[in-house]
């Protein structure tokens, strides 16, 4: 575990799963089929997927093709967050918030991109993978429980339908419209 791995773990304790469905309860129960809301939690839901996928393959190509999916989809999906979903977060008033998530995102890119440099195969890869993954579940758990929650019912009819539309907009903008992830044979 790298010396960034240590202090994550102590400053930010893994939420339980317990947690981490109640998180997405609230979520849930205010969103509305095809909403931002809605579409976060099946990028959410999805990713969780890619991380399993990637952690469970057992060969190198299908974990480097897996990891491929992952991380087109996490930086499509940060991206659109970051340029739709935290603006308006600091809009009401939570600016905090949308810097700890920035924040948080900038740090799974790096770390995404260092775990390119490591051997699919290897002790250190996986063990950086789950530390990424239990980041990005720390993150999302944060997002679905307080700061998504409190941005929805804050939002003006106006504002909600502009995030309903630029949020698909602004992911599409990185995977490509309808994306179609890469093939794990």
Known sequence: MSFFDRIAAAVMPPESAS????????AESLSAAGDWLSTVLQHHAHIETLFGEALDYPDAERRLVALKNLAITLTAHANAEESVIYPALTEIGEKADAMMAYNEQAMVKIE???LEKLDPMSED??????HIRDAVAHHVCEEEGKWFPELQQHLSPADRARLNARFPQEFDRYAGPGHEWLPVT
């Not at 947690?19 to 609230?26: C, E, H, L, Y």
């Not at 890869?125 to 789950?130: I, N, P, V």
Request: glycine share 6%; aromatic share 6%.
């Open 19 to 26: 947690d981490r469905a109640n998180a997405r309860k609230v």
């Open 112 to 114: 995404m991109g260092l």
């Open 125 to 130: 890869w996986r063990d950086k993978l789950t």
